[in-house]
């Protein structure tokens, strides 16, 4: 049944005369023309509701969280109180070490992200790339990380120049001169891959630091600017086969642009093994005419195209172009091609740290002529082993902005280093890719964990060359004539090959070479940047020695013959601690606390390092293993150094140390109360906090151990008249 409802435009009588089917359909178009109107009107505000949704949210998410915290109103360009950058510059002139420790973890304070506007309001160094962002993000989650201004060594400006064809170097300037703690640029840091002479010869920076791609020896500041690799993205995007290639050519020449190979290379030599690549020529035949898709990714030799980098596999030594910002010495390590570089064209990235005569071969361009026969004659171990070392180059460094940035860092940490520690292996060192920065420069036995003796170090149980001598270093501060009389106290020592001064004052410059007693032994003197108890015990790289004998600039009162004697018991137990002067560590059962002693008695647990021998493994634990609270501790106090060192000794090897000779008074008479540490009021009081804090930083357990023993001459008061004593100055008690 239909039932059907006259419309209001049209007569009822000739609705009756169209019938009752037209009726029907004249509803139902209606119908299907009212559904119309009110869906469009619906869809039509549920556009305007979502709009205005989006843009709230947009707003919202743009103010809290995308925008930058701060807008900063940069100076005038020519109102910028900026000198030009300094060529002279160096670690010591333009940098002030004071703000760092010189075995301390570096601190970076990272600017916070602001938009730099002139004064009408308009952006003058405009957004940061997606790659900068990665260098700052990789620098805040880092260990370097300091988020205190007043407490940082290194400045990063939150201005991303690490393409300097895209800043003006005048607004540059001006922003940087509107940076609170910019301060004519001193310890501030600039990342910049790809630039040029005529960038830095604009740039009004005065005192800053470059981290840059594109040095070359000639505009390179040695000792103050950090050579870094240029980075193309795309390099990083493409993605290599799994399964390997056969390295059909001996070399390749990735070439940057076409026509470059004579102004480059000339002399070079062809063959079949030598493979030629330059950017495809648009209109070339090879890549189909005028298809510019990938172009990136081609490479065209003379009669074939190729996908780039992934030809490289392809091939063993790739010749890199004498242009500092050119990515093929990245795409090479990438792909395992070996590179060859011209001398004196480039400054490697991070030379300073990364030996580069495992990972490339460096020649003339005399050489060129002769360079394939001296590739096809390298054995394939050495060229294996060179693959293998620039793959693990490129992961560890190379393969993010944020692992360049935080090598760059590195590189800082490693100049600024006072501990004398030789980073050669940290940087070259085959690692697993999960390997973090902060690694410790040499392998170490985590002392948290001691549970017991540890078996010892093989280069401990095999004596070095040096092993027939020891070397003296002595912490000194201000005590110069009290110095002298030690100094010559203990020249005679027949197997002693060195002594260093530690002086730990930094007020004060060490005397000239012409107030230094003549010494039959060498003598060098090493100014610390902070005054620490701590810096005794550094590793110094100019101690070339395994044991060292530790000393006060007060011990006068030791003679040649007893260090003679000591050193030789130290030969005979090279892991222990051998001392002279005894303490003994007791314990308050009512008190529950543990108690320093130094009354004279038959017993002793500590030997102290102001005058003892130890072997120079043990400055390694103490600088990079110990316990950094412990460390930290006796920075603040001024005190306990030697019972850490004896804690050390003793949680690592679960021996006693051994008192040499009966001797117990070894300090200088004539010095005043206040000239020593030692004879302050609350000087016991500390060393009694120092065993029960160092006993809890230990897992609560007490590594030392009490002995009734100590190491004398075979004839000490023995009157004998057949037979001389070796060992005639060893004093009495």
């Known amino acids: 049944m239909i039932i059907t409802i006259p419309s209001s435009h049209m007569p009822a009588r000739e609705m009756a005369r169209k019938g009752p089917s037209h009726m029907g359909v004249s509803f139902s178009s209606s119908l299907r023309r009212m559904l119309m109107r009110n869906i469009k009107l619906f869809c039509a505000v549920f556009l305007v509701v979502t709009s205005l949704c989006l843009f709230v949210s947009f707003k919202i998410y743009y103010v809290y969280f995308a925008a930058p915290l701060l807008t900063v109103t940069v100076r005038d360009k020519a109102a910028v109180r900026l000198p030009a950058l300094r060529q002279d510059c160096s670690i010591r002139k333009c ?52 988020s205190d201004p007043s407490k940082a060594c290194v400045f990063l400006p939150s201005i991303d120049t690490l393409n300097m064809y895209r800043v003006d170097q005048a607004n540059l300037s001006s922003a940087l001169d509107s940076l609170k703690w910019f301060q004519n640029g001193s310890n501030h840091l600039l990342l910049s891959m790809l630039f040029d002479a005529h960038h830095l010869s604009l740039l009004r920076a005065g005192d800053v630091m470059v981290a840059g791609g594109g040095f070359h020896p000639s505009t390179y500041r040695h000792d103050f600017d950090i050579s870094i690799p240029f980075i193309n993205p795309r390099t990083l995007r493409a993605s290599l086969p799994a399964h390997g290639r056969l390295r059909q050519f001996t070399l390749i020449v990735s070439l940057v642009e076409t026509n470059q190979l004579e102004q480059f290379f000339p ?7 030598i493979l030629i690549l330059e950017r495809c020529r648009p209109n070339s035949e090879l890549t189909g005419g005028h ?33 500092p910002t050119t990515p093929v010495l990245v795409e090479a390590l990438k792909t395992g091609c ?15 740290g990364i030996d580069w005569t495992e990972v490339s071969m460096e020649i003339n361009e005399d050489q060129l002529s002769e360079l394939p026969g001296i590739l096809r004659a390298i054995p394939v171990s050495k060229k294996e082993d060179m693959r293998a070392q620039g793959h693990n180059i490129f992961r560890r460094f190379f393969q993010s902005y944020g692992k360049v940035a935080l090598a760059a860092l590195q590189t800082i940490e490693d100049r600024l280093a006072t501990d004398g520690v030789d980073r050669h292996r940290y940087w070259n060192k085959i690692t697993d890719p999960a390997d973090s920065y902060g690694a410790s420069a040499v392998p170490m036995v985590p002392l948290q964990k001691v549970s017991g003796a540890h078996p010892l170090p093989l280069f401990m149980l095999h004596p070095s060359r ?44 060490p005397p000239p070479q012409s107030s230094w007693p003549k010494l039959n032994t060498s003598l060098q003197v090493l100014q610390s940047h902070f005054n620490r108890l701590n810096n005794r015990f550094i590793p110094f790289k100019e101690i070339e020695t395994d044991c060292i004998l530790a000393l006060d600039d007060d011990i006068e009162m030791v003679t ?3 260090l003679e004697f000591g050193f030789q018991v130290w030969k005979e137990f090279p892991d222990r601690l051998v001392g002279f002067p005894g303490r003994l560590h007791t314990y308050n059962a009512t008190t529950k606390r543990y108690q320093y002693s130094s009354q004279w008695g038959s017993e002793l647990s500590m030997v102290l390092t102001g005058a003892a021998f130890h072997h120079k493994y043990y400055s390694y ?7 950094k609270a412990i460390r930290h501790w006796i920075n603040k106090h001024m005190n306990c150094e030697d019972i850490a060192m004896n804690y050390l000794v003793a949680a690592f090897t679960g021996k006693p140390p051994i008192k040499a000779t009966p001797k117990k008074r070894f300090r200088c008479e004539r010095c005043s109360a206040n000239e020593s540490l030692w004879d302050g009021p609350g000087y016991f009081t500390e060393r009694n906090l120092c065993l029960n804090n160092f006993t809890r930083l230990y897992g609560n357990k007490m590594p030392l151990i009490r002995v009734e023993y100590r190491a004398d001459p075979v004839l000490y008061q023995e009157k004998t008249y057949s037979q001389p004593q070796r060992f005639h100055q060893v004093g009495s008690l």
């Open 466 to 509: 040096n092993a027939q001598h020891f070397t003296a270093v002595i912490l000194s501060y201000d005590r110069f004539r009290t110095l002298i009389r030690v100094l010559k106290k203990i020249d005679p020592t027949p197997s002693l090959i060195k002594i260093i001064v530690v002086w730990n004052n930094q007020k004060v410059a």
């Open 621 to 627: 634990l103490y600088t990079y293993v110990m316990p």
């Open 560 to 562: 040649p013959d007893e």
């Open 338 to 352: 070996i590179p060859v570089v011209l001398k004196n064209t480039r400054v490697l990235p991070f030379a300073q």
């Open 267 to 273: 002399g070079l030599p062809s063959g079949k093994d």
């Open 95 to 146: 940098f002030n070490v004071s703000r760092c420790g010189g075995s301390e973890p570096l601190r970076v304070f990272v600017y916070p992200d602001v938009e730099f506007n002139d004064n009408d309001g308009y952006s003058v160094m405009g957004a940061r790339s997606v790659e900068y962002v990665q260098v700052v993000d990789a620098v805040r989650a880092s260990r370097f990380y300091e």
């Open 291 to 323: 298809d510019r898709s990938g172009e990136e990714r081609k490479r065209c030799s003379r009669s074939s195209v190729h996908s780039y980098p992934i030809v490289l596999l392809r091939g063993d030594f790739c010749l890199i172009p004498p242009v």
